[in-house]
């Protein structure tokens, strides 16, 4: 079973940056967390859920949104079973709740999932 917690969130100004991370818990996964391919996710009030940045389970493969593109960046310590999201000049529309998820497969992270933990809020103020 998939169990992580994201952290790092904040309020935050307008161009400024901040550094989330993910972290896997429970013995099972925490064990196979380098097997997985990993996401990062955001839902804005009153927005659906959209999928931010992918990163394969090597980390040599990423995807962006566009609308975070050359902003953000994600990458992921395997021996800390973490993955994180640098996020620099950020904007207001940047504001969200910020989750992650994993699977083994890379293109699974497209897809919807059934469970999500609390998330990390993400205010960014113009």
């Known amino acids: 079973q998939v169990q992580l917690v994201e952290s790092g969130g904040g309020l935050v100004q307008a161009g400024g940056s901040l550094r989330l991370s993910c972290a896997a818990s429970?013995?099972?996964?925490?064990?196979?967390?380098?097997?997985?391919?990993m996401g990062w996710f955001r839902q804005a009030p009153g927005k659906e859920r959209e999928l931010v940045a992918v990163?394969?389970?090597?980390?040599?493969?990423?995807y962006y949104a566009d609308s975070v593109k050359g902003r953000f960046t994600i990458s992921r310590d395997n021996a800390k079973n973490t993955m994180y999201l640098q996020m620099n000049g950020l904007k207001s529309e940047d504001t969200a709740v910020y989750y992650c998820?994993?699977?083994?497969?890379?293109?699974?992270?497209?897809?919807?999932?059934?469970?999500w933990g609390q998330g990390t809020q993400v205010t960014v103020s113009s």
């Open positions: 998820n994993a699977d083994p497969r890379w293109e699974r992270l497209w897809a919807p999932f059934d469970s």
């Open positions: 429970g013995r099972t996964f925490s064990s196979t967390f380098s097997n997985y391919a």
């Open positions: 990163i394969s389970w090597s980390g040599v493969n990423t």
